[in-house]
């Protein structure tokens, strides 16, 4: 893997030239990155704990229910 001799890098363009580029300016405030799946749900157990035990029980009781049926089926 030899470099380009002529020191054009087609991978890399340079944003200056580049069209699409977005040119932002210097005192623009930086957007913060949006909260995650995880960090979301977090804080929706909180703000509603009854729902989220609620919804964690029926999960258990279906999967329960799914696995002890599975094994009706296949004994």
Do not use: Q
């Amino acid at each position: 893997m030899s470099a380009d001799p002529s020191g054009i890098d087609d991978m890399n363009p340079n944003p200056a030239e580049d069209p699409k580029a977005e040119s932002t300016p210097a005192d623009a405030p930086i957007p913060s990155p949006r909260d995650s799946y995880t960090k979301l749900a977090m804080r929706n157990m909180v703000r509603k704990p009854k729902r989220s035990l609620l919804e964690f029980g029926l999960t258990a009781v279906g999967l329960l229910a799914l696995l002890i049926g599975l094994s009706y089926l296949t004994r």
